[in-house]
């Protein structure tokens, strides 16, 4: 596989009163609205940990520190390409009264229980976002210790 088709990202699981965050975007390649996790790429010369809270802060308007982490997804999405997810865990105990996406890419903001989630009205982008709810769900917590800074 060419690296230009291999992409390190990370993704957020944001849950809050028993309901997890997802962001609404359409998807590129089918140009449908789904249902995502807040995500993306780790740019160039950008840690893991600062790549996932400038994905939350952009995607949702949230500025929130990570508890734990779920381990890594792979998934060789329809477009060929590979994406390796590192899946971050953001528990706060309270969120500000008001907070909206900084990027125009994302269409809206809701909240789902796992029960909730099956019945949604729009699809999941792909299995990494119900795959890491699971996990969640499953009491799975990385220590943040185990990703080594970098130097």
Same mark, same amino acid.
């Given at each position: ?5 291999? /992409?390190?990202? !990370?993704?957020?699981?944001?849950? @809050? &009163?028993?309901?997890? *965050? ?7 390649? %089918? ?49 060929? /390409?590979?994406? !390796?997810?590192?899946?971050?865990? @953001? &528990?706060?105990?309270? *969120? ?7 990027? %125009? ?47």
């Amino acid at each position: 596989m060419s690296r230009e088709l291999l /992409h390190l990202t !990370v993704a957020a699981i944001v849950c @809050f &009163e028993h309901k997890f *965050l997802l962001v609404e975007e359409i998807d590129k390649l %089918s140009g449908n609205r789904v249902l995502n996790q807040p995500a993306g790429h780790v740019e160039q010369d950008e840690d893991l940990l600062s790549a996932v809270k400038r994905e939350l802060f952009e995607e949702t308007g949230l500025m929130l520190e990570p508890s734990a982490w779920l381990g890594i997804s792979q998934l060789t999405a329809a477009n060929g /390409h590979r994406y !390796v997810r590192l899946n971050f865990v @953001f &528990e706060p105990d309270s *969120l500000p009264a008001r907070y909206q996406p900084q990027d %125009s890419d994302i269409l809206a903001l809701h909240w789902y229980s796992a029960t909730e989630l099956p019945q949604a009205l729009l699809p999941l982008r792909s299995r990494l976002v119900s795959d890491a709810i699971a996990l969640y769900c499953e009491g799975v917590r990385l220590p943040l210790s185990l990703i080594q800074p970098p130097r």
